[in-house]
């Protein structure tokens, strides 16, 4: 699995999404400009230890990042989406992209690939989720219908418990 983030403005949302791409084995695609320095100790202290586990691609615009990942499977999570996140099947090298905090994804690149265009339905009073939150539900969806294959041993999923009566 694959989370692009265009132009994000926030460090410690990035350094949660960085830590959940640790824990996970996704690979995350930061597309510049970035709203802060990617060596800003926020960042760090957000993907606690994680950070130097990160399968980290930096891009410096978003034509950069497309003619470095040709021929992509991308979805593109938006607030103006029609379909929800749930209405598509996510193969495993997809790519999930969410825009910058405080504007999305920009209407030129929703327009592009529409039909790929998703939403995390919510209550229409409330503008969105925290962005950090948004791609924790997407892509562990995209992951539910690969069956956790980054998660397998043997034919089962790995558990790490502190008491194995749990």
Known sequence: MNIVLLEPEIPQNTGNIGRTCVATGTALHLIKPLGFNIDEKSVRRSGLDYWNNLDLKCYDNFEHFIRQNPNINIYMATTKARKSYTDVKYGKD???????????????????????CIRIPMLE?????NLSNSVAVILYEALRQNNFDNFLIEGNLHRHSWNENV
């Open 94 to 116: 997809c790519f999930i992209m969410f825009g910058k905090e405080s504007a999305g994804i920009p209407e030129e690149i929703l327009l592009k690939y529409k039909e790929n």
């Open 125 to 129: 009073q409330y503008r969105s989720l």
